[in-house]
Antibody, heavy 121, light 107 residues
């Protein structure tokens, strides 16, 4: 079955960097666009970034553009989110989600369990 | 960027009630709207895509409608397992945006 497993989270000081990974299995990763979403504690959902299936096109939310970089390794079935200049307001659970490129039953389903990133001194 | 306004932000309802949640877009987004349900401590679950298409396995008491700038999620007869927070997501162009959520509480 489809599995998305995020890793790389933890506690990091403001201004530092962190790289999240999302290991994908159960589907042909290299044919799917991918997204990162997040949810701050007690807050709503936020879309962060998207990457085309081949890694050539990326899109970002205003809140992270210039600080976060989405990338992928299709040979390893892994999605990354490189986060730099982290701020306390980046504290959240981060989720990776797949996108088949058309809106259907597989689109944005399922979600990974998420990984917590805490930005604090 | 296109803004989404979701209402109400919270509501109290009873089992068996008909419930409607609305999302309004600041400009037309065709049918590029999805609805998610999230229960405390759980990952979001997509209920509806393309404004009105029910995800397989989602009970038929859920329905979505709308196009352009106004969209609704309706639960025809609220069940105990439906008490949760619901979000709309517009995905017509990047950057995508969510509504702020509607929490349905037990009256």
């Amino acid at each position: 079955q489809v599995q998305l497993v995020e890793s790389g989270g933890g506690v990091v000081q403001p201004g530092r960097s962190l790289r999240l990974s999302c290991a994908a299995s159960g589907f042909t990763f290299s044919t799917y666009a991918m997204h990162w979403f997040r949810q701050a504690p007690g807050k709503g959902l936020e879309w962060l970034a998207a990457l085309s299936y081949d890694g050539t096109r990326s899109y970002y939310a205003d809140s992270v553009r210039g600080r976060f970089t989405i990338s992928r390794d299709n040979s390893q079935n892994i999605l990354y989110l490189q986060m730099s200049s982290l701020r306390p307001e980046d504290t959240a659970v981060y989720h990776c989600v797949r996108d088949p490129g058309r809106v259907n039953e597989e689109w944005l389903d399922p979600w990974g369990q998420g990984i917590l990133v805490t930005v604090s001194s | 960027d296109v803004q989404l306004t979701q209402s109400p932000s919270a509501m109290s309802a009873s089992v068996g009630d008909r419930v409607t949640i609305t999302c309004r877009a600041s400009q037309g987004i065709s049918d590029s709207l999805a609805w998610f349900q999230q229960k405390p401590g759980k990952v979001p679950k997509r209920l509806i895509y393309a404004s009105s298409i029910l995800q397989s396995g989602v009970p038929s008491r859920f329905s979505g409608s709308g196009s352009g700038t106004e969209f609704t999620l309706t639960i025809s007869s609220l069940q105990p397992e439906d008490f949760a927070t619901y979000y709309c997501l517009r995905h017509d162009t990047y950057p995508w945006t969510f509504g702020h959520g509607t929490t349905i509480e037990i009256k």
